[in-house]
């Protein structure tokens, strides 16, 4: 009786269909269940390893799922050899698959690619207010294939990362400090010294100005119908646009209290007795 059920037993594994028995696909599940045991043990420290790195979060993710891909690859073909599935035939499939996808999505992988890039080499952070392509605004995300921009008038601007990668960027936040710099014109008819001391007076109310690197204001070129005076203060970085809107509110108080008069065209013709 007990031979005769080990007899039916072994039949049912060596039951075949092709190249496959029911005792390698039997055996491919169980060690299917164990690489999937592995790959959970090695994820664990693999994660906290990622999350020591001080890095984007994005990366972190893309780090994190390339992994998973990786062990759940190697996982697919440890079992497919267990169940007599050639690895050869296989890979060669998958690079064909791989090939036809690539060929298909060729933007998005270039996209891909700059924004693994973008987030290893760290330009600029989300928060940070940048400009690039001649576009300025706040980073909002920064993904694997664009990156999302906020105008000062609230839109949403989406720049994919090749064109963010290709071209010039500016990044405003990086430094603590940023100067804020202003071009004043003048009549020529006014004091030079009065109106240094007017704009050199509103630098010195405008609130939120650092005295270190210090101020500045001085003529800074000719022009035809006036002269301009360079006025640059400096401040923390986030507190930039107040300064810059304070200091614009306040020179134009000092140069009316001080009689300081704009520079505007003008013509000056003399009359002649014949």
């Known amino acids: 009786m007990q031979e005769s059920a080990i007899n039916a037993v072994q039949q049912i594994l060596n039951f075949s269909l092709g190249k496959l028995t029911v005792g390698n696909v039997l055996s491919g599940i169980v060690i299917f269940i164990i690489c999937h045991i592995v790959i959970k043990a090695v994820i664990g420290p693999i994660e906290k390893l990622l ?24 996982a697919v073909c440890v079992v497919a050899e267990s169940v007599g599935i050639p690895i050869a035939s296989l890979l060669a499939v998958l690079g064909m698959l791989g090939l036809a996808i690539s060929l298909s999505v060729q933007g998005a992988l270039s996209n891909l690619a700059n924004g693994i890039l973008l987030l290893i080499t760290g330009p600029f952070k989300v928060g940070h207010y940048i400009a690039v392509s001649g576009i300025e605004g706040t980073v909002k995300e920064i993904n694997m294939l664009c990156t999302k921009l906020l105008t000062v008038d609230n839109k ?13 960027i500016i990044n405003f936040s990086s430094a603590p ?3 804020v710099d202003v071009e004043v014109k003048v009549a020529y008819n006014n004091d030079t010294q009065a109106v240094t001391k007017a704009l050199e007076k509103a630098i010195a109310v405008t609130p939120k100005t650092l005295q270190d690197p210090a101020p500045f204001a001085k003529i800074s070129g000719y022009n035809e119908y006036s002269i301009s005076y360079a006025v640059r203060a400096w401040c923390n970085n986030a507190d930039y646009w107040d300064v810059y809107y304070a200091l614009l ?3 134009g108080k000092e140069k009316d209290a001080a009689g300081i008069k704009g520079g505007v065209p003008g013509m000056n013709i003399f009359m002649q007795d014949k």
């Open 51 to 74: 999350g020591k790195l001080n890095s984007d979060p994005t990366l972190h993710t893309f780090l994190r799922a390339l992994v998973r891909v990786m062990l759940n690859f190697v």
């Open 156 to 168: 949403e601007i989406i720049i994919p990362n090749t064109e963010v990668a290709s071209s010039k």
């Open 177 to 179: 400090l940023r100067r």
């Open 249 to 251: 509110e306040n020179i």
